[in-house]
């Protein structure tokens, strides 16, 4: 099942166009592959969307860890 925040995922909408490149892989990897593993995704479900820094792509995952953490 595809992210349900795809339509609305600013960094889709701002940051990069989702039908060419490096868009297009990880509309593929995250958004229709394993939305679990987005790193915008994971903070999204956990903190809320509001949490979810604009300049966080979805492979950074280490990234995401960190600010999960620290909320802890």
Same mark, same amino acid.
């Given at each position: 099942?595809?992210?349900? %925040?795809? !339509?609305?995922?600013?960094?889709?909408?701002?940051?990069?166009? @989702?039908?060419?490149? #490096? /868009?297009?892989?990880?509309?593929?990897? %995250?958004? !229709?592959?394993?939305?679990?593993?987005?790193?915008?995704?994971? @903070?999204?479900?956990? #903190? /809320?969307?509001?949490?979810?820094?604009?300049?966080?792509?979805?492979?950074?995952?280490?990234?995401?860890?960190?600010?999960?953490?620290?909320?802890?």
């Amino acid at each position: 099942m595809g992210c349900e %925040y795809l !339509q609305s995922c600013p960094f889709y909408n701002e940051k990069m166009d @989702i039908d060419s490149g #490096l /868009g297009k892989i990880y509309r593929r990897s %995250y958004c !229709q592959g394993d939305k679990t593993q987005c790193a915008r995704y994971m @903070i999204a479900t956990e #903190l /809320g969307r509001e949490s979810v820094p604009a300049d966080l792509y979805p492979n950074m995952h280490d990234r995401a860890e960190q600010i999960l953490n620290e909320t802890k």
